[in-house]
C-alpha cells in the first residue's frame, strides 16, 4: 500500500441553465429534455466536491492546502459560473448542453490545467440533491 | 395549554431569476443587487417548509392528511415555479422583485386561499443552505 | 427581555407502525391511511428534536445540562420506542393511532413528568426528512 | 483516460423488518441480532443511491436520462418494498435475512436485469444515517 | 396579520474552549463539567443561524441586504471567534464560562449593538449536529 | 465479480488542534498554516466515517456487525480523541502535525491492527464539511 492521501473540497454556485439540442426540432428537444428545455431557463444551486490524490508533504502534512485549492477553484469555476446563464455566459456551453454531465467534464478540464500533475484530479457536481455526476471514473 | 400540534411539510423547486427593479438605472440595479442582477438570470434549488397548525382529528389522529397537503402544494406551488423563470414565467413577478421574501409571501398567499382557515400557516423558503426567510412571523 | 434561553438536544429511534382505526372497516382504513396502512407494518428512523426553555444558571451556564437531558429522554423515549413495534409493543399505542402528531404528544407527556415545571418543553419529532411535527404550539 | 462519467440517483423507502436466522435458536438470535431480533418488527427510512457509470451520449449529453433511472428504480425497487415489511411481504426475504448488505445485493440484481449491460452498475443503501453499505466493491 | 419578514443567515466558526468555573474546586469542575472540562481544551465546528425580523423595503423586497447582515457577522463574530481559542483569545469569555448558552447570549449582543433597533434579532448557535441553544426566547 | 460489500459506520469526535512544524521559525509557520497555527489553538467536530470491505457471512448475513466496528472505533479512536487536545493529550501526534492527512492515517493504523486482515479498511474523515480527507486510496 501506497502512502497516498485522497483530499477533498467543497464548493458551491448557482446558476441558470437549459437543455437544448440546437440541431433537433422544438418537438424533440421537448420530447427528450421534457421541462429541462423550459426556453426561459431554470436554475440550480450547484455543490462541487473537488478531489486530489497525491502524497501528504512531510514538512506540512498537507496534500495540498486546501485554502489554495479553494483559490484555484474560485478563480476557475466560481467567477466564470457563479450567479451566470451557462447557456448564455459562459462560453464552454455555446456549442456543448450544460448537463450535469458536461458541467462536470468541463470543470474537470478547467481545474485540471491548473493543478499539479502529480496530482489526481476528480470532481463530483450535485445538481440537486437527488441528482449528481462524477469525473472521470 | 392547548392541543395543538404544527404539522410540516417540505417540498422543493428548481427555478431562474434575476433581482431587478425596472425604477432604477441599470448602475442602481447593479448597485444594490450585484451578480443577482445579471440580465441572464441565474438560478436555485428551492426548499419550501409549509407549517401548518391546527388540532389532531381524533378519528385519524391527523392534523391533516401530509399527503393532501403535499397535493396542494404541487398544484399551487411546484405546477407553477419548478423549472420555470421566475420573472418571465410566473404572472406574479411580471411586477414584484423575486426576492426571498416576496417569493415566501406568495407562496403564503397561494395556500393561504386553498386550506381551511381553522388552520394557521407559515412558510419558510431556503433560497441556499445558508439564505431562507419565513412568512408570517 | 427576559434572559431566558432554549437548549435542544436531537435523538433518535427505529420503530415499525401502522396507522389504523380499529373502528373503521378494512375499506375506510385503507381509503384514508393508504400504503401506511399495511397490515404487516412498515417503518421509520424517527429524529426527535426536544427543546428546553430557562434562564441558565449563573454557575454553570447552563440552562440544564444537555447530557442529563440526553438521559432522561433515553429513559423514557428511546428504551421504550427505539427498535420496537409502536402498535404492539407500546402501551400508549394500543388505543391510540401512532401518527406523527400521537407520537410527539406522547414523547412531551413523557418527558413533562420527569422534567421541573420551570423550563418550557416542546417536541419535535421527524417521521421523515420531509415529513415532521411540533407539539405544543 | 476515457471519457466515462458515473451518475448518481437518490431514492428512498420506509419498510419494516426484523433480523432472524429460523435455523437458530431464540436464544442465538438474540444474542446475534440483540434488538434487530425483536419478534413484532422495527423499521426504517431506508435512502437508495444508485450509481451507473457510462459515456455520455453525444446527442444528448446524458449518461441516462436520470427521470427514466428514476422510473426504473421505482418499479423495481420502490413498489416493492416502500411501505412493506420486508420479512413478511417481500419474496426476496423469505429465506434470506434482509441485513443492509443482503437488501444491498437483491436491489442490485433487480436492477442490473433491467439496465443496459454497457453500463456499469453500484448501489449505497443508507439504512441510518450512520450505518451504511455498498455493493459491489 | 403584520407584513413582518424573518430572515435567515447561516455562518460557521472552528474555536477551542472548555468549560470552568474558577470559583470551584478542580474536583467539582470535573464532577460537573466531566470531558468538556479538559485542562487542554477541545472543540467545535460551531454553525451559526441569525434571524433578523422586519418588513421587506417595497423597493427592494429585501428585509435587509443578506450580503450586509453577513458582513456585519463577520466583523462582529468570525472575525473574533474563528480559529480562536475562546477561553484564552477572546476577552467576553475571560470572566463568562463559554457554555452555547452563554456564546449565544454574548453574540446577540455584538450583533444587536450594530442592527437598526427596528430589526428583531434572534440567535441560534449549533455546538454539534444533536446540541444547540436559541436566544432570546 | 466477487461478492464482496463495503459496509460503512459514521462516529464522531470533538477535539482541539493546532497545525505547527517545530523546526520552523514562528513567521514560516504563521505564513503556511495561517490562522490554523494559533497559539492558543482552534478545534473542529471530526465525523470520521470507516468502510470495511469483505464477504457477508452467509449464516449473519453480515460482513461485520456494525456494533462491533462501533465499539472498535469507540475504543481506540474516540476514547483517545474526543474532548481532547490533539497535540498535547495525543501521543500520536507529538511528532506529527494533526493535519487530517495525518488524522486520518493515524485512524487507520489504530483500526488496521484490531481488524480481521480479511477485511479491506478506508477512513474517510471530516474535519468540517467542506475540508475532508480518505486513506488510503
Known amino acids: 500500500m501506497n502512502s497516498k492521501v485522497a483530499v477533498y473540497r467543497k464548493e458551491h454556485f448557482n446558476a441558470a441553465h437549459r437543455l437544448h439540442n440546437p440541431i433537433w ?3 424533440k428537444n421537448n ?16 455543490e462541487l466536491v473537488v478531489k486530489l490524490v497525491g502524497e501528504p ?3 506540512t502534512g498537507y496534500v495540498i492546502d486546501l485554502k489554495l485549492l479553494s483559490d484555484i477553484v474560485q478563480e476557475e469555476v ?3 459560473f457563479d450567479h451566470k446563464n451557462l447557456n448564455l455566459d459562459v462560453p464552454q456551453f455555446r456549442q456543448l448542453n450544460p448537463t450535469a454531465e458536461n458541467i462536470a467534464i ?3 478540464n478547467l481545474l485540471r490545467a491548473r493543478l499539479d500533475p502529480i496530482h489526481d484530479l476528480q470532481v463530483r457536481l450535485y445538481e440537486t440533491e ?3 455526476v462524477e469525473y472521470p471514473v
Open 25 to 27: 426540432s422544438e418537438e
Open 31 to 46: 420530447e427528450i429534455f421534457g421541462k429541462c428545455n423550459n426556453r426561459n431557463f431554470h436554475g440550480h444551486n450547484y
Open 57 to 59: 508533504d512531510p514538512e
Open 78 to 80: 466560481i467567477d466564470r
Open 106 to 108: 468541463t470543470i474537470y
Open 130 to 132: 437527488r441528482n449528481f
